[in-house]
Nanobody, 127 residues
Framework: QVQLVESGGGLVQAGGSLRLSCAAS????????MGWFRQAPGKEREFVAA????????YYGDSVEGRFTISRDNAKNTVYLQMNSLEPEDPAVYYC????????????????????WGQGTQVTVSS
């Protein structure tokens, strides 16, 4: 069992930056692959970024590549999402998720790959 708690959301101006954190409980965090998804009102949950258990492989959604960076600190049981150059299209509730399954072959993209989810943190961008 893994419990995930996101933090760091808030209001930022377009072009600004935020860093989201996701703290995980449990001693097995380093064995999980981690992902970030987002969901805006009336839209489906969208893949944002993922990172494998060691941090050696990262994956990004097309809309955020080059602007967002995912990282993890296994000693702190935490995964981060650094969001730069935020755009009016980025506002949503951002969720982190943990996957025991492999992220290979595009599996990172699908919410069903992930076993545990946080409650989400709201990101708002003002223009």
């Amino acid at each position: 069992q893994v419990q995930l708690v996101e933090s760091g959301g808030g209001l930022v101006q377009a072009g600004g930056s935020l860093r989201l954190s996701c703290a995980a409980s449990g001693r097995t965090f380093s064995s999980y692959n981690m992902g970030w998804f987002r969901q805006a009102p009336g839209k489906e949950r969208e893949f944002v970024a993922a990172i494998n258990w060691s941090g050696g492989n990262t994956y990004y959604g097309d809309s955020v590549e080059g602007r967002f960076t995912i990282s993890r600190d296994n000693a702190k049981n935490t995964v981060y999402l650094q969001m730069n150059s935020l755009e009016p299209e980025d506002p949503a509730v951002y969720y982190c998720a943990a996957a025991a399954r492999s992220l290979l072959n595009g599996a990172y993209y699908h919410p069903r790959t992930y076993d545990y989810w946080g409650q989400g943190t709201q990101v708002t961008v003002s223009s």
